[in-house]
């Protein structure tokens, strides 16, 4: 990695050997594999200053699993609370809920959603999860191939998220739109404008849940006590909907996506995974472990050293977990699947803010990738066929044309 010595135009704590003059974002999107593109950050220092590290803005980048994971854990230096995100784009005075609120709020709130996310839990949905991959599959299972990315890993978690949240399901195509809007959107205002729609519909719902909670999880949020036996208001209600929306879909969808693009590549692999099915949990999980496709942010919570590196309060710090996932002190042989590992993996995060849906998120990927493998032989991706990406701050597969042998 070339750090740019030749301009200093980063602010004046930043020292010139740690600036450097790049869009994140870009640098990622210079390879055929965006993970490996980012990989690359692992030759540089750990901790840098990029001119552009999120949609624009400068800001430090975490580029080690170690650093990462500790500063995961140190939410009093790093806040989750008061960066640049949706709610102050959107102009409310509430947060993103528990995933923008930093303890001792955060555990109270997270109580909240807790029951609703163990294993056990996650097993009751079991049969929702597997109805809808049924459901979809049926759809193009006789064409002998899909796109994958839109005939499944888009509508996929998008029906689960409707049907956890009591939403109508024919509003998926709307709620997909608005969230690749929110993500990718090219301006602030195409993101502020989308976020708009996304707040307006969960306005909606909240009314219409507060006359008659449409699931058991909706139930729980209306009728949740804390602090003293107060209600939540409308906003810490709004904040959990929000964080559920832009949570759970297009994390799901582009693991599954790259998780598939794997086994469609890599066809002894694929074999394997249908020849010993006690495997898949574990091949589930370093398949998350090698495509952690999600970067998060915090800001500097005070003036600090942190690693030999001067930081200042309410510096923006850029967590890219797709660059600690292939990090070779945490990982030996980090491109490579390794169904022995038992290094425990950071796609989820760490600290307070672990992923509440990792189960969910698991299962859902476990039962997908079964479920096509079980059906289908020889999955593959057609000679000559195009795929796309984009690699902000979710790493993301835009078109996965895929073909299959049925079984007999
Ligand atoms: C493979 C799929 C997924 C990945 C890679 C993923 C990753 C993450 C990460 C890295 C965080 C931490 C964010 C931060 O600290 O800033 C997080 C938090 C969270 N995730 Fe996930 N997630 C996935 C699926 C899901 C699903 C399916 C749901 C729910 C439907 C979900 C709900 C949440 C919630 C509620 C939080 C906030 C937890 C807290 O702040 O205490 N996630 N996720």
Redesign the pocket.
């Known amino acids: 990695m070339a750090i740019s010595t030749m301009e200093h135009f980063a602010p004046a704590h930043v020292p010139a050997e740690l600036a450097w003059d790049h869009s994140l974002a870009e640098f990622n999107s210079e390879l055929d594999d965006p993970f490996l593109a980012a990989s690359r950050l692992l030759d540089g220092p750990p901790l840098f200053w990029a001119r552009d590290a999120l949609q624009g803005r400068p800001g430090w980048v975490i580029a080690r699993h170690a650093l990462l994971k500790e500063a ?1 854990i140190d939410w009093e230096r790093f806040s ?1 609370e008061g960066g640049m995100d949706l709610t102050t784009m959107l102009g409310v005075d509430w947060k993103l809920n ?2 923008n ?1 930093d303890p001792p709020m ?1 555990p109270i709130y ?1 109580k909240v ?1 807790t029951p609703f ?1 163990t294993p056990k839990a996650v097993s009751h949905m079991e049969e929702g999860v597997r109805h809808t991959c049924d459901e979809l599959i049926s759809r193009f299972e006789g064409k002998g191939g899909c796109d994958f990315v839109k005939d499944f890993a888009i509508p996929f ?1 998008s029906i ?2 409707l049907r ?1 949240m009591g939403l109508p399901l024919d509003m998926m195509q709307k709620f997909f739109t608005w969230e690749q809007n929110l993500l990718r959107g090219q301006s602030d205002e195409a993101r502020i404008m989308a976020a708009r729609e996304i707040l307006a519909c969960l306005v909606e719902h909240l009314d219409r849940q507060k006359q008659k909670p449409a699931t058991p999880l909706m139930e729980n949020i209306m009728n949740a006590r804390i602090e003293e036996g107060r209600s939540l208001n409308d906003g810490e209600i709004l904040g959990m909907f929000y ?2 929306y832009v ?2 879909l297009d ?2 969808y ?2 599954i996506s790259w998780s598939m693009r794997y086994i469609a590549t890599h066809p002894e692999f694929q074999q394997f995974l249908r020849d010993n099915p006690d495997r898949l949990n574990k091949a589930v999980d370093e398949l ?1 472990r090698l495509f ?3 970067s ?3 800001r500097v919570a005070m003036d600090m050293t942190w690693h030999g590196v001067e930081m200042k309060e309410n510096d923006l710090v850029v ?1 890219p ?1 797709f660059i600690a996932c292939r990090d070779p002190e945490a990982y030996p042989n980090p491109h490579d699947v390794d169904l022995e590992r038992s290094e425990t993996m950071l ?3 760490s ?8 189960h ?2 698991r299962r ?2 476990r039962i997908a990738l079964q479920t096509f493998l079980d059906r289908f032989d020889d999955i593959e991706i057609p000679a000559g066929s195009q795929y796309s990406y984009h690699a902000g701050p979710t790493f993301n597969v835009d078109s996965l044309p895929m073909a299959w042998r049925r079984k007999g």
């Open positions: 995961f989750s528990p995933v609120v955060h997270r959603l996310f978690p689960i998220f956890l964080t559920f949570g759970g994390t799901v582009g693991t998350i952690g496709v999600v998060t942010q915090r967590m977990i796609s989820f995060a600290g307070p803010h672990l992923c509440l849906g990792m969910l998120a859902e990927i």
